[in-house]
């Protein structure tokens, strides 16, 4: 029996574009923000850069449920410790409602199964 979307680890993603004059002082908020990721939920964080599109990022997620997910999104997008010192809203064009953020549940795939599994267990690889 497959379990419901509600209790299965989800890909988060969170995506914008950091203004270019704002880059010193976003990069300074990450900083912060990797303090308080360590504080949450999360099984894994990466951040990357577009390449053929500078100063769009995409911060990727691996979280437990859709209560891991639901309070990422809400710190993500200022909902939730509006004033912190990691929020971003200051630096991306179109401020906070340009900060996008969606949750994925695995279909299939090389990845699909596995650290999803259990939390972020490996199992079957060698």
């Known amino acids: 029996m497959s ?4 209790e299965m680890p ?5 995506e914008y574009r950091v203004v270019p004059e704002r880059r010193g002082e976003y990069e300074s908020r990450m900083r912060a923000w990797q ?5 949450l939920p999360v099984v894994s964080y990466s951040r990357y850069e577009g ?5 769009l990022m995409v911060e990727e ?3 437990p449920d859709a ?8 710190l993500r997008t200022g909902r939730r410790e509006p004033d912190a010192p ?3 809203g200051t630096c991306v064009q179109g ?6 953020v969606w949750a994925f549940v695995p279909r299939g795939g090389n990845e699909a199964g596995d650290k999803e599994q259990a939390g972020g267990e490996q199992e079957g690889r060698r």
């Open 61 to 63: 997620y691996l979280v």
């Open 51 to 55: 390449l053929d599109q500078p100063h």
């Open 95 to 100: 401020g906070w409602e340009k900060v996008h």
């Open 35 to 39: 303090a308080r990721v360590a504080q």
């Open 10 to 14: 989800l890909r988060v993603y969170v």
């Open 86 to 88: 990691w929020q971003i």
């Open 67 to 74: 209560a891991a997910y639901r309070l990422l999104k809400d």
């Open 3 to 6: 379990r419901m979307p509600e």
